[in-house]
């Protein structure tokens, strides 16, 4: 997996969008971004994947700089809820699913 | 049963004794994973297994045994537990090898004493 590289805290108002970035600066053309949080005493949550297009669910958008060497995930409107650890990784489609979770970014929503 | 889930929730355990983990799934998902998480150092894959009957080692499998009889359950074993064993464990399973989404139990948090 290529290496990934996120601030270790960040915070944010809440109601105002969440932008987390992300460093990947040795991904592979076949690796896909995937993003994932953990809430406090909860298990990892999967939020959103990509590989170079931008991506947007009903959780988060995704944008991947041209050249692939980094990601931004985008709460637009964060809630005290998203308060989590936000976490970058990169992986291929076809490497046994195992997912290498690095320190990730504390994102903390301050009212 | 709805989604994954984990017994116990938690548990305290004399170093020596033997102990297992359980993981259940309902959504027919192929592929089963344990993790742990210790403080500082993020996730660490234990064991996985891509479909009944199979397993293989994570980066962390010392000390540590798992089974797959069945697509459902995943059970994680400590033979004899040890205090670096101390940790929360998540139990993940995907619908195929290699999948895009990893679904997560609640955990399990051991201290082993």
């Known amino acids: 997996d290529a290496k990934t590289t996120q601030p270790p805290s960040m915070d944010c108002a809440e109601g105002r969008a969440a932008n987390l970035p992300c460093n990947h600066s040795?991904?592979?053309?076949?690796?896909?971004v995937y993003w994932y949080r953990q809430i406090h005493s909860q298990g990892p949550q999967y939020i959103i994947h990509?590989?170079?297009n931008n991506e947007t669910n009903e959780m988060a958008s995704l944008i991947i700089t041209e050249d692939r060497k980094s990601s931004t995930l985008i709460l637009p409107h964060a809630t005290l809820r998203d308060t989590a650890v936000y976490y970058c990784?990169?992986?291929?489609?076809?490497?046994?699913?195992?997912?290498?979770f690095g320190q990730g970014t504390e994102l903390s929503v301050k009212p | 049963i709805a989604g994954i889930t984990q017994a116990p929730t938690s548990q305290i355990l004399a170093a020596g004794r033997r102990m297992t983990l359980r993981c259940t799934q309902d959504?027919?998902?192929?592929?089963m994973y344990w993790y742990r998480q210790d403080l500082g150092l993020g996730l660490r894959l234990i064991h996985y297994?891509?479909?009944?009957?199979?397993?293989g080692k994570g980066e962390v499998p010392d000390g540590y045994s798992v089974s797959r009889a069945n697509t459902d359950d995943f059970p994680l074993t400590l033979a004899s537990a040890v205090p670096s064993q101390t940790s929360v464990y998540f139990c993940?399973?995907?619908?195929?090898?290699?999948?895009?989404?990893?679904?997560f139990g609640p955990g399990t948090r051991l201290t082993v004493l």
């Open positions: 040795t991904i592979s053309g076949n690796e896909y």
């Open positions: 297994s891509n479909t009944a009957g199979t397993t």
């Open positions: 990509g590989l170079k």
């Open positions: 990784i990169v992986r291929t489609s076809n490497q046994g699913g195992k997912l290498i």
């Open positions: 959504m027919r998902h192929n592929a």
């Open positions: 993940a399973s995907s619908l195929e090898r290699g999948d895009n989404e990893q679904f």
